[in-house]
């Protein structure tokens, strides 16, 4: 069974940083690539980032270009994603999610429950 656990999320100040992370597991983790999906309230979910199955190719969308970093480490199954300088429009659930493909490709065959981020002073 596929399983992928967030954690990381809470409450920050804006201008501060959160590192979430992912825990996966079920599948053959180094083959996929993973993906960072958020989803703020009243709207629809928004992609955030995703990095290859080796580690060596990452994207971002534009607004947390400079401020996020994903990561992942395939000998312990895990993948990060380090946010800095936080804004207020970056408050949203933060959802961890595998590609069914080695890249990224906007498209998810699994999710994790979910972790909440708040920025607000």
């Known amino acids: 069974e596929v399983q992928l656990v967030e954690s990381g999320g809470g409450l920050v100040q804006p201008g501060g940083s959160l590192r979430l992370s992912c825990a996966a597991s079920g599948f053959t983790f180094s083959s996929y690539a993973m993906s960072w999906v958020r989803q703020a309230p009243g709207k629809g979910l928004e992609w955030v980032s995703d990095?290859?199955?080796?580690?060596?190719?990452?994207r971002y969308e534009d607004s947390v270009k400079g401020r996020f970093t994903i990561s992942r480490n395939n000998a312990k199954n895990t993948r990060n994603l380090q946010m800095n300088s936080l804004k207020p429009r970056d408050p949203a659930v933060y959802y961890c999610?595998?590609?069914?493909?080695?890249?990224?490709?906007?498209?998810?065959?699994?999710w994790g429950q979910g972790t909440q981020v708040t920025v607000s002073s």
């Open positions: 990095i290859n199955s080796g580690g060596g190719s990452t």
């Open positions: 999610a595998k590609n069914p493909h080695p890249w990224g490709d906007y498209v998810y065959n699994y």
